[in-house]
């Protein structure tokens, strides 16, 4: 086993091997760009040393003894030496970049005897001295983790003594004196001397590397990115060069292209006489890269050079840190460049027209979640303000706007012209009309798939959920959080795009995505084979994913359209003493209906609808039993609130998710299915009489059993009988009638049930709440954040598809499904049909589309085209 | 197509051909018995008909009049003769008895031209009109649906005409004017003349038993009876023979063994000069056999002989119908008789001692779900008792008691010495103490799987569920049922068995299961290969389950340990604001468990007990939320209660069922598993050094993943090492941990679930709510019992394993835990344990053992045999 590979041994391709950081070093030296030399200790390395224990593997260090020597012999220093000393660097470096692990150790070789050889070389003590108390300094709190504070308090107490304002102002026996007491702080607290001999420092140092791989902070970070433990990091040792050597000297950081904007010049920083922490510490203030130029007219058309090569080389925007030393220059470290969505964009198409990849790289380059940020309002970047709390980011945008605490209010206020944030405990979908009048929705309690959450996204609102440190007192029509109170009209921002709260308002910025955004899209569009529709209730909800590239609308659900001014008119039905009563409220819901169906088919024309017949349980659209009760107790309620009272209480269910609902309402109340149907099949018709084009798939929500999917759906056939027989033909219109796979027995007998069913959309929300019994409504609000933390769960099963198990049932059902019907129709239209992982999940079982909230569809058209290319691992098409 | 059989052409196999009564005809005909000759019309005439949408099939008349004529032939008589006339009944006749068709028509074949012949035969006039008169009345009134009541009406007019008072009164005048009257009455309402033409009175009767099979009474039937729709019904043309053509006719009913006891003694009625219907209607007094001898001696000892022949030929008890015409004896039917679950025992058993059948035979006898007889009070059979409304039949038995209204004032009255019926609108964990003390439960809401079902079940006390018709004040301490109102403290009568609620008290009896009962489960025990324990929570129940044949417990509920007295403790712990005083909490209620499972490890030694660690959501042990706001409302709370209040409402779920419960519990507090752990591990240490043997299996509830159970498990073996340590090896008790499959997820990661588990019991009452969406409470008060009407399931899955669905997960996790872990142990632990249908799957699947409520065992046992013989079609050990 080869632990330690110089730099000229490797190359990029070696990422896993000699992390991120060494396989450029590596590249860029064969590539002859002006790279210190140095060398790479491997995350095999890394992973021996974790696997038994923290005990670095026989070898390493004979092996890194010889590069030491090579690389002495290669610089015509040695390390320790009195005259002209190595110095080198250590660096972590995983294969992905990794916060929360050491970083960098400098100037490392210095000690007692070497500090004098590099006061010699450079001819400048006090340099020599301060770059030793520093080294002393970051090995003592890096390396052997002592307490940063002591040091930076004797430096205090120097000042004071020497009655100097600065550390500039300590002169060279001053630091001398510095350097001894930093000595005896590391004795004192460390269990060690300073090691004076440079190789046990470079032991510690790796040893330290390899340590900060299991630390706290990035074992934390690795689960939140799904990055396996064992990926291990590398270790670069590599040769110090001094950009602080005078005025000849510089640092600097640049990227190929603009990362804010994409276009294509060099952009970046630069100082002179300093080191590159001094860049990124931003305690001077750097020069614009043009600036250099001037200075360093040869390095800059040098730099320049080496830019081309790069981009060149990589085929993509990269960023390096360069340092002059006494007028040379060299590259210490290269990456592809991070960069903002907009620039990903641009970017990745201007690389297209000038030839450097193809469309296939274009698409790929694009991650799809970054998308979000082009699609909604944000806080401004350069804003100043102050969090007040984080809660979830349940809908992505930012919002400013006063505070009101009910729906009605809510409403009443936007009416009014005023902008609002609708605060609350949690949302039911009784606040429906509340939250449309709302710029932004704030909850304490809730999930990422709360009511508030789903309804926010679907419409686009930005909403914080379960912002828990919210204390909402309703009656006072105030919130608190810790000693802030904010009153009822009072002004906050929020942004569902971090969970930030924010008291006051915030500059805003709405993205516009823009000609690259439209170009890139239909690339990808060119590459998916899995089709993009959209959940939408209403015509302008659907207007929106229309302009998003939506192909359609896979969920249309019609429990919406019996809200806010209609609740009324569902309440008569529930309440309704004859059927008289009921086929006379029936009528009113049905002929209201009929208009929301004509606003939708005509926004879809020619487009394929999934129209839901009713799915939550009535007591939904009845008053909170509760608050009834105490309503009751205090004697405030009238008659007609007695007999809603009644209703609530008669409808009541333990647990409504697994209760009277979907197609079970449909077997109770045949005629509340029927008026549905009815008034599809009138929309319709009326569609086609003015020329349109309306393709409608009825969808039966829930069922369970092939009987009882037969029941609902020769209701829906019988009905279209009635109305084909009334309009002599005329009526005869084309339908496709299906069914939801949300119960796990649905995907269990979906054999059975494609006889019945023209096609199958997976309601995966529900069938990940039956599958793993969990109610997504009290479940995230209690043990799932400690579930994802221990790790129980690989992901949250309500925004990343299970796989393991939720998925192992879609994939039965299509199998079962085109079994007993080659050519039926698969669909998904839960919550994950918006997420990257899930959409490449349905892609490789072989759906035909998946249907997302408006906002998502980009994001689900790209993720669509990434899975077809193959992106996330082997496509697969079965 | 051969559609009609000579009883001479059959035999007893053909049961589905040619009806179970056909089929016995024809087996009679062909051992030589004296059965009056006739004919079947096939089962397959009847689907054809049905089929053809009541056609009868060509040919078939054809066939009829063949056989019609010879019958004339065989009988010396023809059909309509003015001398000697042929008549004949028809029967129904389908493969299973079946009530709700159209029965029989008798004297088919009289008309204005027979009657007179009938007269001349029988040289009797009066006897031949009111023979006549009967079959207008009859045939009008079965075969044409003319209303009984105007027949009944016309005669009481001719009575009172007349001036008598009784039918016999009636002279031959007064009958031939009752024959016109009819004939008139049949005309005016059956919309044709009464028939004279015997064969197309013969092709109406047909035709009205096929019909029948569709009817309205016979669908519900067979749907309840699970009996398929096309089986269809045959016909029964035969030679009337009368028994009551004078002092030396008679007719009578007999058993070949007693019907009630078993016992080997021929057990029927006899009545002299009299017909069949006169038996079972119960006119006149009837003899009994013996009573025979005396006055037919010759006939008597032929009776017996033909009741040794059909006992030895169908080695089986059998009832026959008999009749003496002037002296000689005809069997007119026989089948396998109906007994007691009582007899049944007692004649297979001595069946097989007299070696007429083996053990096998002896046990495939005994139909398990007829067991619960021998295991509860019963109303007594001969008591008289008027109904007030039926309920669900919830849980078997009878009792007699006075009505409380509430859990504690039903403990108090008990222990006042008073018999409780506790009556509730539902039940919860609270009433718990309440449902021990009474000695019935009625409730007024809730289905066959309700708290109060499950829990009455288990502990084998009677209880009447969902009688709807109950209307509860609980405030007023009443209830009431139409006009009837019983007060708080009044008398009343449940029985479980049948649903039925009494006002005042009935006779109850208690069957004694006695040595047939213990001999024939020993012989069930010999044949059967799946395990049965018992759920069991109590040292108690765990006695009785051990008296019934439990091999173990297969599930105790540690939950009820923290009922009644104990409940403050539970309550305490969730209201603890410092860790001191939870892990005081804990130590108090590890005391109380540990005593319980002494307890129980005492009552089962050396036998396995299933421990489930605490599976409930907490807020079940927090009061009422609603209750708790109306008294907030009214200013009741106390600082205590506001506190629970306050506990209540944080611990509230949206959908409990799918909420924090089980293993989610554990992960969430710890201690609470470690400390029901370290109860279980002393309770072993103290039977240990007891002398006893435990053997004990932790069982983890809920799980999903196979991190989340590893995690549990961890904790189970961290506190069984702690316990070794602190025992110094002593306590170093061999225990297995496993998991309860009871959401579709662990089903479907089973396999990796195996890594962690030694055994799997699949919780199939909580499988089939998540795999159907069902929440049991729910549903079974709202829509089941529309679907099971509606026959959108094929039966009620809380009652019998959904084989479909449910089964899948089952066979799945099955077959992939054995592939993980080849010896993995495999139980069942729902409901479904008890019912023999289930019971069949859960061996076919190959289950190690099921598990049941202590009374349902012997059953479980006996199902479990039958499995094993392939009782309920071919048996796969799979």
Redesign the interface.
Known sequence: MKYVYAFSEGSKEQKFLLGGKGANLAEMTKIGLAVPSGFTITTEACNAYSNSGNKLPDGLLKEATSELRALEKSMGKKLGDSSDPLLVSVRSGAPFSMPGMMDTVLNLGLNDVSVAGLAKQTGNERFALDSYRRFIQMFAKIVLDVDGDLFEHAIEQLRTAKSVATDPELDSDALKELVATFKTIVAANAGMEFPQDPEEQLRLAIEAVFQSWNGERAKIYRRMEKIPDDLGTAVNVQSMVFGNKGEDSGTGVVFTRDPATGENVPYGDFLANAQGEDVVAGIRTTEPLAAMAGVFPECHEQLLGVLETLEQHYRDMCDIEFTIEQGKLFILQTRVGKRSALAALRIAREMEAEGMIDRREAVLRIDPAQLDQLLHPQFAPDSNYSVLTVGLNASPGAATGQVYFTADEAESRHEAGETVILVRPETSPDDLHGMIAAEGILTSRGGLVSHAAVVARGMGTPAVCGASALQIDLEEKTFRVGETVIKEGEVISISGTTGEVVVGSVAVTTPEPGEHFETILGWADEFRTLGVRANADLGHDAEVAIRFGAEGIGLCRTEHMFLGTRLHLIQRFILAESEADEVETLKELGDLQRKDFVEIFAAMDGLPVTVRLLDPPLHEFLPD??EL??????GELDAADHKLYRAARSHH????????RGV?LG??KPNLYRTQVRAIFEAMFERTLAGGNPRVEIMIP?S??K??LG?AVDQVREVAEEFAAETQGVGDLHYLVGTMI????AA??AGELAHQAEFFSFGTN?LT???????R???EG??MA??LE????DANPFETL?V???G??VRLAVEKGRETRPNIKLGICGEHGGDPASVDFCHSVGLDYVSCSPFRVPLARLAAAHAALGANGPATTA
Chains 1, 2 share one sequence.
């Open positions: 039993i509760e009760a105490v309503r009751d107790a205090r269910e333990e647990n409504p998710m697994l209760g009277t079970r077997v109770l829930l369970v059993s009987a009882e029941f949300e119960t796990p027995r269990l007998v529900d709440q039956m599958t793993f019994g969990f109610s409504d009290d479940v209690s043990f400690r579930y221990l790790k129980l769960l299970d393991g198990g939720v192992q049932l």
